[in-house]
């Protein structure tokens, strides 16, 4: 079958540091999305990596490891308003999404 | 740009009635259209897609029947919840791609929260 795993919640200060990691199995691979989502609102799409590597956009960074089926989503220095839902979502070789359950990140002051 | 509008924002109904919610692309041309349903605290379930000319393709577990999709444009897609139960009542969000297989990125509506009373 076809998984995703992230942790179900984390906790951060501001100004800090946090790396939510996802690991997936998938009936092929056309690429990997993370998304954020604030309660009540519609996901917003932060990052997509479709080969090895890092990617850096501002304070959020996204890496991938196709041969380990692994990804991370970095955040940093936090901001109260980075409290929200962060989706990985992987795109399988029929370009299906397939969703994970989504790490809530609480930011403390 | 890459600006997807749903309408309405909210809608609350009688059980048994009819609710229709449109999704619209309003500055790009959207090949494919997905409709998603999300039930508090759960992730984004996928519930059809539908390319523009051709009839939606349902997920397992959802009914064709109760919820009509239609993807009569480029720009314009519709989700109707035929006789709505309070079962039915959840957050419906619908999303557009250009369908250009270099960039799959999804552009997300602001959702519909859909009451059945």
């Known amino acids: 079958g076809q998984n995703i795993d992230q942790p179900t919640e984390m906790t951060a200060t501001e100004g800090a540091i946090v790396q939510i990691n996802c690991t997936y199995q998938?009936?092929?691979?056309?690429?990997l999305f993370w998304y954020q989502q604030h309660a009540g609102e519609a996901p917003t799409f932060l990052s997509y990596?479709?080969l090895d590597g890092l990617e850096e956009k501002g304070r959020f960074s996204s890496f991938l490891s196709r041969s380990k089926g692994y990804s991370y989503l970095l955040l940093k220095e936090l901001q109260m308003k980075d409290s929200a839902s962060y989706l990985c979502?992987?795109?399988?070789?029929?370009?299906?999404?397939?969703w994970g359950a989504g790490t809530k990140l609480i930011i403390k002051p | 740009g890459a600006v997807v509008s749903q309408h309405p924002s909210w809608v609350i109904c009688k059980s048994g009635t009819s609710v229709k919610i449109e999704c619209r692309s309003l500055?790009?041309?959207?090949?494919?259209m997905f409709w998603y349903r999300q039930f508090p605290k759960q992730s984004l379930m996928l519930m059809a897609t539908?390319?523009?000319?051709?009839?939606?393709?349902?997920e397992q577990g959802v009914e064709k029947d109760k919820f009509l999709i239609n993807h009569a444009s480029l720009t314009l897609s519709t989700l109707t919840v035929t006789s709505a139960h309070p079962e039915d009542s959840s957050f419906y969000i619908c999303?557009?791609?250009?369908?250009?297989?270099?960039?799959?990125?999804?552009?997300f509506g602001p959702g519909t929260r859909l009451t059945v009373t």
């Open positions: 998938t009936s092929g691979f056309n690429g």
């Open positions: 539908s390319n523009e000319g051709s009839k939606a393709t349902y």
């Open positions: 999303s557009a791609s250009p369908g250009d297989r270099e960039s799959y990125e999804q552009y």
């Open positions: 979502v992987v795109m399988d070789s029929n370009y299906q999404l397939i």
């Open positions: 500055d790009f041309q959207a090949t494919t």
């Open positions: 990596n479709v």
